[in-house]
């Protein structure tokens, strides 16, 4: 036993040498510290690897959900129309301000009922012009007011669609980089016409992305 005991005494006393020497060489703790570093990065590196994969993932659903919300809330719309440029306006007079343009402007005839609901919307500016929201009973209603509006050329006054945010950002976007007569609004959708093809750009990131020749 005596002597066992001494056998594993030495050996714990050479092994604490050896480790003793070589945490004093140099050489030797520059190869070892740089084989943990590349074992910890190749672990890490992985473990990001499978974090840019659900990123990337989330963002893609995050986008898809967004597109799908901006499509319902411009469906939601698509039977308003947005009067611009009307001068004195108010929540009081409103309705018959709408009529005055559709039956007298618009050249026609058409019944105070086809109204859901309208009002001003945002501020009044300088020069006392306010635009209009306006909701019909019915989709073929604006239609019909939407099929007129060039009748207002030249009036200071103009009608479009109801458009989000989002939409009316990349309108403005698609006009900006293609022209007035290369980009127009239909049932929600920005079109937009580039040689002899049109293409409907309805996302703010794709309309930053038009290259004008």
């Not at 309705?95 to 945002?122: A, F, Q, S, W, Y």
């Not at 020069?127 to 209603?141: P, S």
């Not at 996302?203 to 020749?213: E, F, G, H, M, T």
């Amino acid at each position: 036993m005596g002597s066992s005991t001494r056998s594993v005494a030495e050996k714990r006393e050479l092994i604490k040498l050896c480790v003793t020497e070589l945490l004093q060489d140099e050489q030797f703790l520059l190869e070892f510290t740089n084989k943990v570093a590349a074992i910890v990065t190749k672990h890490l590196d992985k473990k990001f690897e499978n974090y840019d994969a659900r990123l990337s993932d989330l963002q893609d659903k995050n986008e898809m959900l967004s597109d799908k919300c901006d499509a319902l809330e411009q469906y939601s719309r698509r039977n308003n129309v947005r009067i611009i440029g009307v001068t004195g306006v108010s929540p009081v007079n409103c309705e018959n301000v709408v009529m005055d343009i559709i039956n007298e402007k618009l050249k026609l005839t058409l019944p105070v009922e086809i109204i859901d609901r309208c009002h001003p919307v945002g501020p009044q500016k300088k020069d006392g012009k306010r635009d209009i929201l306006v909701k019909f009973n019915a989709y073929r209603y604006r239609r019909i007011v939407l099929q007129k509006k060039s009748l207002l050329k030249g009036t200071g006054v103009s009608i479009m669609e109801d458009l989000t945010r989002n939409r009316y950002l990349c309108y403005r976007k698609v006009r900006e980089k293609v022209g007035v007569k290369n980009a127009w609004v239909f049932d929600g959708n920005i079109y937009m016409k580039s040689g002899n093809s049109k293409t409907i750009v309805n996302k703010l990131a794709d309309a930053d992305r038009i290259s004008v020749q």
